[in-house]
């Protein structure tokens, strides 16, 4: 942290203290602005059902979320309104990959390959 090469115990609790503020959020942000835009240019936060790995999928304006477990989330993209939030799919596992979508079918495949 304070970038003398070595990590002391201060740069550890500093560490902790920042790690401990953090949060796993989803974030829509309006477009323009200028600095400072975290008060003035958030549309909506999401804080329950967000993946750790998986990327978020735009589909048909909805926001498509896949977690570890087999847990599916969906959010309208204006509002962020939840349309339903970690629904058990039929595939439960590690999930890793993004989701793809086309011609109404959204697909993603788990860790052991089930989708």
């Known amino acids: 942290m304070n970038r003398d090469g070595n990590i002391d115990k201060t740069d550890y609790d500093q560490l902790m203290a920042n790690i401990a503020k953090s949060e796993n959020v989803l974030v829509a942000v309006k477009p323009g602005g200028r600095g400072d835009i975290s008060q003035t240019r958030v549309a909506w936060k999401a804080t329950r059902?967000?993946?750790?790995?998986?990327?978020?999928?735009?589909?048909?304006?909805?926001?498509?979320?896949?977690?570890?477990?087999?847990?599916?989330?969906?959010?309208?993209?204006?509002?962020?309104?939840?349309?339903?939030?970690?629904?058990?799919?039929?595939?439960?596992?590690?999930?890793?990959?993004?989701?793809?979508?086309?011609?109404?079918?959204?697909?993603?495949?788990?860790?052991?390959?089930?989708?």
């Open 49 to 115: 059902g967000l993946p750790y790995v998986a990327s978020p999928l735009y589909y048909d304006g909805r926001i498509y979320l896949f977690k570890t477990g087999g847990m599916i989330s969906s959010l309208e993209a204006k509002t962020g309104k939840p349309y339903y939030t970690q629904e058990r799919l039929g595939a439960p596992g590690n999930y890793y990959s993004s989701p793809v979508a086309a011609d109404g079918r959204i697909c993603i495949a788990s860790l052991p390959g089930k989708y």
